[in-house]
């Protein structure tokens, strides 16, 4: 199912220091995981993906981390830059050209 | 990466206006479109699936005779806000999924078409 919240959790770190993000998913059949940048007025992009079949997955400063048994997701930025700043979404899908759920976002904030 | 390119990225139009958002795979053939809408400081919603040269499938809730969308090529859809009103003011985003060669279920994403209707 899809999870839409109506307003969103904002994450206030140092720069420098390490941001994680996480995200509850609901559809225990979703196969396919991603996480997204979206910064004001721009659409989303892409920062890291994930298959069901795996449980972490790093790409350079950030980490993705499945836990399917309790249906959740993280993301993980190391060494946080203001340039950070943004709303981050993951989004899922079963796969194929099935369209992507998104979850309810959360806005990091990045403190110089 | 693949691009998706949406046009234009900022209208403004009376009410009771047509508004149309295009939104083109330009690098890549799109087989299928996905069309969202997002409020402010809201999650992204889908509105519609758009497959190449067949009927776009509308999420319910979502007036398909409001959205008009058409995917008539594999690089081309639009979507069209038929007599727009205030409350369909809002920033629709189109992303776009190839074929082989692109990773199951990665999407590419247009800029946005922010939409204010007076």
């Known amino acids: 199912g899809e999870s839409v919240g109506l307003h969103l959790p904002t994450l206030s770190v140092q720069e420098g220091d390490n941001s994680i993000i996480n995200c509850a998913y609901s559809n225990s059949a979703s196969d396919y995981f991603i996480w997204y940048k979206q910064e004001s007025g721009k659409g989303p992009q892409f920062i890291i993906d994930?298959?069901?079949?795996?449980d972490k997955r790093q790409g350079q400063r950030v980490t993705v981390l499945l836990n399917k048994t309790v249906k959740h997701l993280s993301l993980q930025i190391a060494a946080t830059q203001p340039g950070d700043s943004a709303v981050y979404f993951c989004?899922?899908?079963?796969?194929?050209?099935?369209?992507?759920?998104f979850g309810k976002g959360t806005r990091l904030s990045v403190i110089a | 990466g693949a691009v998706v390119s949406q046009h234009p990225s900022w209208v403004i139009c009376k009410s009771g206006t047509s508004v149309k958002i295009e939104c083109r795979s330009l690098?890549?053939?799109?087989?299928?479109m996905f069309w969202y809408r997002q409020f402010p400081k809201q999650s992204l919603m889908l509105m519609a699936t758009?497959?190449?040269?067949?009927?776009?499938?509308?999420e319910q809730g979502v007036e398909k005779d409001k959205f008009l969308i058409n995917h008539a090529s594999l690089t081309l859809s639009t979507l069209t806000v038929t007599s727009a009103h205030p409350e369909d003011s809002s920033f629709y985003i189109c992303?776009?999924?190839?074929?082989?060669?692109?990773?199951?279920?990665?999407?590419?994403f247009g800029e946005g078409s922010r939409l204010t209707v007076l």
């Open positions: 994930i298959r069901s079949n795996m």
């Open positions: 992303s776009a999924s190839g074929t082989s060669g692109f990773w199951t279920g990665e999407l590419f």
């Open positions: 690098d890549f053939q799109a087989t299928t």
């Open positions: 758009s497959n190449e040269g067949s009927k776009a499938t509308y």
């Open positions: 989004a899922e899908n079963m796969g194929g050209n099935t369209p992507l759920v």
